[in-house]
């Protein structure tokens, strides 16, 4: 595999780990943090727009997937993949700590 694969492993699990927040809050009917919010991902962004990223990310994050070459044969490709959903809910965790209360 080239370096741009093992690239698009990475974002293709971080764009799919940004996908769960999102749906949930935005198919629940609630209010959450988005990029198009004012200020941006600090302000409530309305159920609509956070379904409506929610399923942005899960297309980028398929694409990216897809393009990545993963297979079952190819372990280092997995855990890069897997290293992109831990990067990408981790910082969540830390960016919306004080947000649902």
Do not use: E, Q
């Not at 293709?12 to 940004?18: C, E, P, Q, S, T």
């Not at 079952?72 to 209360?101: E, P, Q, T, W, Y």
Request: glycine share 8%; aromatic share 18%; proline share 7%.
């Amino acid at each position: 595999m080239k370096w741009y694969n093992y690239l698009a492993c990475f974002f293709a699990g971080f764009f799919l780990a940004n996908v769960i927040p999102h749906y949930i809050h935005g198919i629940s009917g609630d209010s959450f943090p988005s990029p198009f919010a004012n200020p941006p991902g600090k302000g409530p962004s309305s159920p609509m727009v956070n379904t409506l990223w929610a399923l942005f990310n899960l297309v980028i994050g398929y694409l990216l997937y897809r393009g990545s070459k993963i297979t079952r044969d190819k372990k280092l490709a997995i855990f890069i993949f897997f290293l992109g959903i831990a990067v990408c809910s981790i910082m969540l965790s830390m960016a919306f700590v004080d947000k649902i209360k």
